[in-house]
């Protein structure tokens, strides 16, 4: 048995930076936390370089009344807005705001939410962020990410 320890830290070592990485399919949030939300799909896209934070201070992430807005559009495939990290605080309002010239669905994953999208018009999706970790929303059909929300 002397040996199952250091086994076990270098299993724990290796997959220490994995972490924060879920694929769909995954109902965990990328912090590792368990979710108390239902989900049936999580994902998370990594990255090679580090992230833009967006605060509710930025234009694309602002705040309207008591919600923290996120507007973000998809036009040929390219997305502007909030499409860094955008910090959100836990138990805030979440209201985001994406229109996209094409049909598709927008995903909020570990939270489960989703919205299908209408060409040039418009979409809001609005939730109690209660959850920490990390999230990824992504227009779900093209696999295309949005932004990721970080509540804490």
């Not at 209201?95 to 939270?111: I, K, M, N, P």
């Not at 299908?116 to 929303?137: C, L, M, N, S, Y």
């Amino acid at each position: 048995m002397p040996r199952v320890l250091p086994a076990l830290a270098l299993t724990a070592a290796l997959t220490a930076p994995l972490a924060g990485l879920s694929a769909c399919g995954s109902s965990a949030p990328s912090s590792g936390a368990a979710s108390a939300a239902p989900s049936t799909a999580s994902s998370s896209v990594p990255t090679a370089s580090p992230e833009q934070t967006t605060d509710a201070g930025s234009p694309a992430a602002t705040r309207a009344g008591d919600a923290q807005v996120i507007a973000l559009t998809v036009t040929g495939g390219k997305v502007s807005g909030a499409t860094g990290r955008v910090r959100v605080g836990l138990g805030s309002t979440v209201r985001l705001q994406v229109t996209a010239d094409v049909t598709d669905e927008v995903h909020v994953h570990g939270y489960d939410l989703m919205k299908d999208t209408v060409p040039d018009q418009p979409v809001t999706i609005e939730f109690t962020a209660d959850v920490p970790g990390v999230f990824e929303v992504e227009l779900e059909e093209s696999k295309l990410p949005l932004t990721r929300l970080q509540v804490q």
